[in-house]
């Protein structure tokens, strides 16, 4: 996967179990700000997170629409879509 020029929604999964949505133009970057602690307030305080979903797009425009559809799901909706994604 090249994460250079490139767009992504993503979902977490964080140490309690609740999932986070978000986009980025660096996947790897991202995880590992997540990890550290330094990309939300969020994440923060629910350390350590797992990338359980990706996709990735051609424009920010695109990923920016995606994570506000993951955002509006259900967590029902959510999980399957991990599954989905964990099967390809």
């Not at 020029?5 to 978000?22: R, S």
């Not at 990309?39 to 990338?51: D, W």
Request: glycine share 4%; hydrophobic share 40%.
């Amino acid at each position: 996967m090249t994460e250079t020029k490139q767009n992504y929604a993503y979902i977490l999964q964080c140490a309690d179990g609740t999932l986070y949505a978000g986009w980025t133009v660096n996947m790897r970057q991202r995880l590992r700000a997540h990890n550290a602690g330094t990309a939300s307030k969020y994440t923060r305080a629910r350390l350590p997170v797992a990338l359980v979903y990706c996709q990735r797009f051609e424009t920010k425009q695109q990923a920016m629409r995606r994570e506000c559809e993951i955002k509006k799901m259900t967590r029902a909706e959510k999980l399957a879509l991990i599954r989905r994604f964990a099967v390809q």
